[in-house]
């Protein structure tokens, strides 16, 4: 069989690889993330953005937004949830962390760490998936009083995946 002369291979280079091994594995924590018991609706340890922190720190900013979308459609698809309230919530939520990330990437670095950028990704998730709430889901703004103790379990949620990330950095580095 001959090819045709409009059909094309595309050759997936090095850094391809290495953003589909971070999505495969962002997928596999928001596996995890999604059988963990929630306390309140809404409160998950959002373990998948170590994988978002991981590639932008080895990878760029680029690759976080493929990884992060790519866990994003990915866990939608494994969960059932694509296209439901909380894909768009999801969506919502990590796009607001992505646009926070990428302004970070206009400061100095030196006043920020992993674990900072982790704690400001967090809240930025939070207040995107709140806007969202507040807009079309329940249009009251009594929504607003789950804020404080979102952004507490956000803030813990945040620190822990910062560290985590950064020890991952560290090791990787070393290599």
């Known amino acids: 069989m001959t090819r045709s002369p ?102 100095p670095e030196r006043h920020f760490s992993l674990v900072s950028h982790s704690l400001l990704a967090a809240q930025a998730h939070l207040l995107g998936q709140l806007l969202l709430v507040r807009l079309f889901l329940i249009p009251y703004d009594n929504i607003l009083v789950l804020f404080p103790p979102l952004a507490l379990a956000a803030l813990l949620g945040g620190v822990a995946n910062g560290l985590i990330a950064s020890h991952l950095v560290q090791a990787h580095d070393k290599d």
């Open 6 to 107: 409009t059909e094309r291979t595309l050759q997936a280079s090095t850094d391809d690889h290495r953003i589909a091994s971070l999505a495969a594995l962002a997928i596999a924590l928001g596996m995890v993330d999604a059988a963990i018991p929630s306390p309140l609706p809404g409160v998950k340890p959002g373990l998948a953005n170590i994988m978002t922190l991981f590639a932008l720190h080895t990878l760029g900013w680029r690759a976080a937004v493929w990884v992060t979308l790519l866990r994003v459609v990915g866990a939608g698809l494994l969960l059932g949830s694509l296209f439901t309230p909380g894909f768009w919530l999801s969506l919502g939520g990590a796009l607001a962390s992505l646009l926070l990330l990428g302004a970070c990437r206009a400061l």
